[in-house]
């Protein structure tokens, strides 16, 4: 079974930081791809920062570069999202999801196979 489990979320200030994890089990990782997806109220749901976990290529979001940074553990199955200079705009449900994708495809679609239940992010001003 399939499971993508997010954690880290909460609330933070202002140019605050926060790390998410997203913990993967139930699956081989070979060929897959990891990426960060957010959902504010009332907006659609984006691609924030992608990973393939083979050959370790990133992608980003304009709105996030230079400010959030992706990285994974094979060994523990685990994607995290560094997340710097928090701004009340990145306030969301952070998802995570898996697909066999290009990272850049992959981020920039929503339709994919698996995802996990979120973590809140708040950023307060």
């Known amino acids: 079974q399939v499971q993508l489990v997010e954690s880290g979320g909460g609330l933070v200030q202002f140019g605050g930081s926060l790390r998410l994890s997203c913990a993967a089990s139930?699956?081989?990782?070979?060929?897959?791809?990891i990426g960060w997806f957010r959902q504010a109220p009332g907006k659609e749901r984006e691609g924030v920062s992608c990973?393939?976990?083979?050959?370790?290529?990133?992608y980003y979001a304009d709105s996030v570069k230079d400010r959030f940074t992706i990285s994974r553990d094979n060994a523990k199955k685990t994607v995290y999202l560094q997340m710097n200079n928090l701004k009340p705009e990145d306030t969301a449900v952070y998802y995570c999801?898996?697909?066999?994708?290009?990272?850049?495809?992959?981020?920039?679609?929503?339709?994919?196979?698996?995802w996990g239940h979120g973590t809140q992010v708040t950023v307060s001003s």
């Open positions: 999801a898996a697909d066999l994708l290009q990272v850049q495809t992959m981020c920039t679609k929503t339709a994919l196979l698996y």
């Open positions: 139930g699956f081989s990782l070979d060929y897959y791809a």
């Open positions: 990973i393939s976990l083979s050959e370790g290529s990133t």
